[in-house]
């Protein structure tokens, strides 16, 4: 049967716009396919992953970069995800070769009717090529670049490695680009921890991150969830009875910030800018790892106890009052506080500062009980800060406060926890104890608290903000390595690391640099030296210098030993001025430490050098690994994320004498060229043969470091015995509740107790402690080094220290131990009952005593400096 004439005419002309459309789109390819990148770049492909810094043991301590992603390979993708992204975005991918052609029409007709593109049309493979290719503008012409760049995506990669780059750059909201990323953002788990319902909601972001976001949307999230459950069961990937249970299930997500998992904000920002000088760029985006020489527990330690230090000290000088005084006559009574309303402080570290989110706070506020979001609303925008959360006072009786949290939460706050608050005057005076919460507190009182105690006694308790500051530097004395370091109270308050960048007189702290100069210029730990008043008169001082102890007392001829465990300042000034400024200066050199810097007088005697608490205990490496200088370093190694190692910390030599690093090769070889930097290793091209997976990823380390002997063995050992005393008879006792007998140190006090300081060690571990305020000013009466800055040190090097045997520091040959006579310093003989043990360097031993009963006295010193 021949058709008619009409309907021929229609088929030609089909047929006509057919070929037509074809020759267009052909004519369209061979135009822009010259214009775009070639397609095979895609396989050269480098996500943006942000810097990481770790610590030894691979805890995470801090993330910089504008984007959170941890990219994963096809495998580690749960299969019900795959499902649920072709189910949302593309259910023919694994048919087409790229384009859609449904999808496509379906956008055309979108943009005759509406002038606009509404759905895009666009395939996986197409958003790839927009992703990694061109901009995200819904122009005409850019929908022909995804069309030529998703044909030939699809030419170079296979479809998983196609859904792999595409589920691991794409944006789904709050800095999550990936799946993995979003994963952790929004549940706090890897995605192959997540059920269907939680990957159905992911799967809903790629569309609209911000519309179908389950944090700042919930509602219309749940909607767009339910509808991707719907189409994996019509797709065949889940069965109705699967599909019922997920959508069921409530949406689960809140905000998860990148979690650090140790609390070291002051040296990441440290290392940070130690490592934007070896890195030229990218050090932001290029997935760099940093594993430092932070130990976490000890970091740990080093924050919690510099915190509860300043909290004590804190405490001893009176309650300045509360945040805030609200108006709460308008507000509705709340109910009875319940065992299911109160808060119970976990038993887990909190969330670290900064790390909240504004929009889930504000989503579990709109879920309360109206009565305690109207409450809540009055404090929701105050942060924590390290410990310290903020709470409201809702009710108080004589004995207890009720409190509330920005959370809805509520608590109840003991007389226990209350009682410390008398009203603080100057840092001087404090008013009197109060007897009752009203004299402390009222209802409407913005305040802070702290959690405090362990196990069954965890509970919370009024605190402050610290006015003080305080740092704590430690070092492992042997090669140098920073093992914990804290620069304040909280980073999100100050960011100045008083640790490194703080110099600050060092007061008695100082007196062993004296001490060591005199050993190693004939004094002994026996030698006598007068501790009695003296007055110096300088041109450059208006008056003269009269300076004295702390305590005011004169105690005569002194042992140096004795003179050193009681911080005896009169005796500091007498040595100085016997070896000389001069000599001195050489010493403190040879520590390391800055004298450039510091006032060529008898003052540095005292301490008035002003220094670092990272200089200061870098210093006391010295004592304590029997004198060898190290330098504090805090890189161990640099790594790209699949692990490959780039840069390694150069190795730590401990040298006698003319020491240089170890040559390689006594081998004549030809000259080669300059190594490469670390930019240039981290950006080489990866080689296109298939040996690729072989060829050895090339590790900058630098030549060793040589960490020269700067002190006689002798007189280290010699100063770490006198300084032993310090810790056990002397300024430093209170460390005897340690418990060991391996503790050496020193504490320190600047004038008007201004600076606080205690710097100590054992063979193994330095600790140096600094407290005061950034401005400098009294600490208040009383407020010793050994107050203040110990306890600090002690809960430090206490829980650093436990289960770690006393290491005490073995004694070199050429020291001696006699019995001499406490009260001259002279070789006791063996009938004198009053002798005591003190050690020598062989070679100055001290003459013998007179025979007992001659003339002369057994008690007369020989000489007294």
């Given at each position: 049967?021949?058709?008619?004439?009409?309907?021929?005419?229609?088929?030609?002309?089909?047929?006509?716009?057919?070929?037509?459309?074809?020759?267009?789109?052909?004519?369209?390819?061979?135009?822009?396919?010259?214009?775009?990148?070639?397609?095979?770049?895609i396989?050269?492909v480098?996500?943006?992953?942000?810097?990481?810094?770790?610590?030894?043991?691979?805890?995470?301590?801090?993330?910089?970069?504008?984007?959170?992603?941890?990219?994963v390979?096809?495998?580690?993708?749960?299969?019900?995800?795959?499902?649920?992204?072709?189910?949302?975005?593309?259910?023919?991918?694994f048919?087409?070769?790229?384009?859609?052609?449904?999808g496509?029409?379906?956008?055309?007709?979108?943009?005759?009717?509406?002038?606009?593109?509404?759905?895009?049309?666009?395939?996986?493979?197409?958003?790839v090529?927009?992703n990694?290719?061109?901009?995200?503008?819904?122009?005409?012409?850019?929908?022909f670049?995804?069309?030529?760049?998703?044909?030939?995506?699809?030419?170079?990669?296979?479809?998983?490695?196609?859904?792999?780059?595409?589920?691991?750059?794409?944006?789904?909201?709050?800095?999550?680009?990936?799946?993995?990323?979003?994963?952790?953002?929004?549940?706090?788990?890897?995605?192959?921890?997540?059920?269907?319902?939680?990957?159905?909601?992911?799967?809903?972001?790629?569309?609209?991150?911000?519309?179908?976001?389950?944090?700042?949307?919930?509602?219309?999230?749940?909607v767009?969830?339910?509808?991707?459950?719907?189409?994996?069961?019509?797709?065949?990937?889940l069965?109705?009875?699967?599909?019922?249970?997920?959508?069921?299930l409530?949406?689960?997500?809140?905000?998860?910030?990148?979690?650090?998992?140790?609390?070291?904000?002051?040296?990441?920002?440290?290392?940070?800018?130690?490592?934007?000088?070896?890195?030229?760029?990218?050090?932001?985006?290029?997935?760099?790892?940093?594993?430092?020489?932070?130990?976490?527990?000890?970091?740990?330690?080093?924050?919690?106890?510099?915190?509860?230090?300043?909290?004590?000290?804190?405490?001893?000088?009176?309650?300045?009052?509360?945040?805030?005084?609200?108006?709460?006559?308008?507000?509705?009574?709340?109910?009875?506080?319940?065992?299911?309303?109160?808060?119970?402080?976990?038993?887990?570290?909190?969330?670290?500062?900064?790390?909240?989110?504004?929009?889930?706070?504000?989503?579990?506020?709109?879920?309360?009980?109206?009565?305690?979001a109207?409450?809540?609303?009055?404090?929701?925008?105050?942060?924590?800060?390290?410990?310290?959360?903020?709470a409201?006072?809702?009710?108080?009786?004589?004995?207890?406060?009720?409190?509330?949290?920005?959370?809805?939460?509520?608590?109840?706050?003991?007389?226990?926890?209350?009682?410390?608050?008398?009203?603080?005057?100057?840092?001087?005076?404090?008013?009197d104890?109060?007897?009752?919460?009203?004299?402390?507190?009222?209802?409407?009182?913005?305040?802070?608290?702290?959690?405090?105690?362990?196990?069954?006694?965890?509970?919370?308790?009024?605190?402050?903000?610290?006015?003080?500051?305080?740092?704590?530097?430690?070092?492992?004395?042997?090669?140098?390595?920073?093992?914990?370091?804290?620069?304040?109270?909280?980073?999100?308050?100050?960011?100045?690391?008083?640790?490194?960048?703080s110099?600050?007189?060092?007061?008695?702290?100082?007196?062993?640099?004296?001490?060591?100069?005199?050993?190693?210029?004939?004094?002994?730990?026996a030698?006598?030296?007068?501790?009695?008043?003296?007055?110096?008169?300088?041109?450059?001082?208006?008056?003269a210098?009269r300076?004295?102890?702390?305590?005011?007392?004169?105690?005569?001829?002194?042992?140096?030993?004795?003179?050193l465990?009681?911080?005896?300042?009169?005796?500091s000034?007498?040595?100085?001025?016997?070896?000389?400024?001069?000599?001195?200066?050489?010493?403190?050199?040879?520590?390391?430490?800055?004298?450039?810097?510091?006032?060529?007088?008898?003052?540095?005697?005292?301490?008035?050098?002003?220094?670092?608490?990272?200089?200061?205990?870098?210093?006391?490496?010295?004592?304590?690994?029997?004198?060898?200088?190290?330098?504090?370093?805090?890189?161990?190694?640099?790594?790209?994320?699949?692990?490959?190692?780039?840069?390694?910390?150069p190795e730590?030599?401990?040298c006698?004498?003319?020491?240089?690093?170890?040559?390689?090769?006594?081998?004549?070889l030809?000259?080669v060229?300059?190594?490469p930097?670390?930019?240039?290793?981290?950006?080489?091209?990866?080689?296109?043969?298939s040996?690729?997976?072989?060829?050895?990823?090339?590790?900058?380390?630098?030549?060793?470091?040589?960490?020269?002997?700067?002190?006689?063995?002798?007189?280290?050992?010699?100063?770490y015995?006198?300084?032993?005393?310090?810790?056990?008879?002397?300024?430093?006792?209170?460390?005897?509740?340690?418990?060991r007998?391996?503790?050496?140190?020193?504490?320190?006090?600047?004038?008007?107790?201004?600076?606080?300081?205690?710097?100590?060690?054992?063979?193994?571990?330095?600790?140096?402690?600094?407290?005061?305020?950034?401005?400098?000013?009294?600490?208040?009466?009383?407020?010793?080094?050994?107050?203040?800055?110990?306890?600090?040190?002690?809960?430090?090097?206490?829980?650093?220290?436990?289960?770690?045997?006393?290491?005490?520091?073995?004694?070199?040959?050429?020291?001696?131990?006699?019995?001499?006579?406490?009260?001259?310093?002279?070789?006791?003989?063996?009938?004198?009952?009053?002798?005591?043990?003190e050690?020598?360097?062989e070679?100055?031993?001290?003459?013998?005593?007179?025979?007992?009963?001659?003339?002369?006295?057994?008690?007369?010193p020989?000489?007294?400096?």
């Amino acid at each position: 049967m021949r058709l008619p004439i009409w309907t021929r005419f229609l088929l030609l002309l089909a047929t006509a716009g057919a070929g037509g459309g074809l020759l267009v789109l052909a004519a369209s390819y061979l135009y822009l396919a010259p214009q775009l990148p070639p397609a095979s770049q895609i396989r050269e492909v480098e996500y943006q992953i942000p810097l990481r810094i770790y610590s030894r043991d691979m805890k995470l301590i801090s993330e910089y970069g504008e984007k959170r992603r941890q990219p994963v390979s096809y495998e580690q993708l749960p299969e019900q995800l795959v499902q649920a992204i072709l189910a949302a975005e593309d259910e023919r991918f694994f048919s087409h070769n790229g384009v859609d052609l449904k999808g496509l029409i379906r956008a055309a007709v979108e943009l005759a009717r509406y002038r606009e593109i509404r759905s895009g049309g666009s395939t996986i493979t197409m958003q790839v090529a927009r992703n990694f290719f061109l901009d995200s503008e819904q122009r005409f012409l850019r929908k022909f670049n995804e069309i030529v760049l998703a044909i030939q995506i699809e030419r170079v990669l296979d479809k998983e490695e196609i859904l792999e780059l595409y589920l691991n750059k794409i944006y789904l909201g709050h800095r999550a680009y990936g799946a993995e990323a979003a994963a952790q953002v929004y549940y706090g788990k890897s995605i192959s921890e997540l059920n269907v319902a939680q990957l159905a909601m992911i799967a809903g972001l790629p569309k609209a991150p911000s519309a179908y976001n389950p944090i700042t949307n919930p509602e219309r999230a749940l909607v767009r969830r339910n509808w991707i459950l719907q189409r994996m069961e019509e797709t065949g990937a889940l069965d109705t009875e699967a599909r019922m249970a997920a959508q069921e299930l409530p949406v689960s997500a809140r905000f998860h910030a990148a979690q650090p998992e140790v609390d070291g904000a002051y040296f990441a920002e440290m290392v940070r800018l130690q490592a934007m000088e070896l890195i030229d760029d990218d050090l932001y985006t290029a997935g760099i790892r940093i594993i430092t020489t932070l130990d976490s527990e000890r970091q740990a330690y080093a924050v919690n106890a510099l915190r509860q230090g300043l909290h004590s000290y804190d405490e001893r000088h009176g309650y300045r009052g509360p945040l805030a005084k609200l108006d709460i006559s308008k507000l509705p009574a709340l109910p009875v506080i319940t065992a299911a309303s109160t808060e119970t402080t976990p038993e887990q570290p909190e969330t670290p500062e900064g790390s909240e989110d504004k929009a889930e706070l504000d989503l579990t506020i709109n879920g309360l009980d109206p009565d305690i979001a109207a409450w809540v609303a009055l404090i929701k925008d105050r942060s924590r800060i390290g410990p310290l959360n903020p709470a409201i006072v809702t009710a108080i009786d004589d004995k207890e406060a009720e409190i509330l949290f920005r959370d809805g939460k509520r608590a109840r706050l003991a007389w226990d926890d209350i009682r410390w608050a008398r009203r603080h005057i100057s840092d001087k005076y404090v008013g009197d104890e109060p007897s009752k919460v009203s004299q402390v507190m009222a209802p409407g009182h913005v305040i802070h608290v702290r959690p405090v105690g362990s196990g069954d006694e965890r509970r919370w308790r009024l605190a402050e903000l610290p006015r003080a500051q305080s740092a704590l530097v430690s070092l492992n004395p042997h090669n140098g390595a920073i093992e914990a370091m804290q620069g304040g109270y909280s980073f999100s308050v100050s960011n100045f690391n008083r640790a490194v960048q703080s110099k600050r007189q060092a007061g008695s702290v100082f007196k062993p640099f004296v001490y060591t100069s005199a050993l190693e210029n004939g004094f002994t730990p026996a030698s006598i030296i007068n501790d009695a008043p003296v007055v110096f008169d300088d041109e450059k001082l208006e008056t003269a210098w009269r300076p004295s102890g702390a305590s005011g007392k004169f105690y005569g001829p002194t042992r140096m030993r004795e003179a050193l465990y009681r911080s005896l300042n009169l005796v500091s000034i007498r040595i100085l001025r016997q070896i000389g400024i001069s000599q001195a200066m050489g010493t403190l050199e040879r520590f390391g430490l800055p004298i450039d810097t510091f006032q060529r007088d008898l003052s540095l005697a005292l301490g008035s050098a002003s220094v670092t608490p990272m200089e200061i205990a870098t210093a006391y490496s010295i004592f304590a690994n029997g004198g060898y200088r190290v330098s504090p370093w805090g890189i161990l190694r640099i790594e790209k994320e699949n692990g490959d190692v780039l840069w390694k910390a150069p190795e730590v030599v401990l040298c006698e004498q003319d020491c240089q690093p170890a040559e390689a090769s006594e081998v004549e070889l030809e000259p080669v060229s300059a190594p490469p930097s670390l930019s240039e290793v981290l950006h080489k091209e990866e080689p296109e043969s298939s040996d690729a997976d072989n060829e050895a990823v090339v590790t900058i380390q630098p030549e060793p470091l040589v960490a020269p002997r700067v002190l006689d063995a002798r007189v280290a050992w010699l100063m770490y015995s006198m300084m032993q005393d310090v810790v056990r008879r002397g300024t430093g006792h209170m460390a005897n509740t340690l418990g060991r007998r391996d503790l050496a140190g020193k504490t320190g006090t600047t004038n008007d107790q201004v600076d606080a300081w205690f710097s100590g060690y054992s063979p193994e571990l330095v600790a140096t402690v600094w407290v005061g305020f950034d401005n400098p000013s009294t600490l208040g009466w009383g407020e010793y080094g050994g107050k203040a800055a110990l306890p600090i040190w002690m809960d430090y090097m206490g829980p650093a220290l436990k289960g770690r045997p006393d290491q005490q520091m073995e004694q070199p040959s050429g020291i001696t131990m006699v019995r001499i006579n406490p009260e001259n310093g002279l070789l006791a003989r063996p009938q004198n009952p009053d002798s005591v043990a003190e050690y020598f360097i062989e070679d100055q031993l001290p003459e013998l005593e007179p025979p007992l009963g001659l003339a002369g006295g057994s008690n007369a010193p020989e000489q007294i400096f």
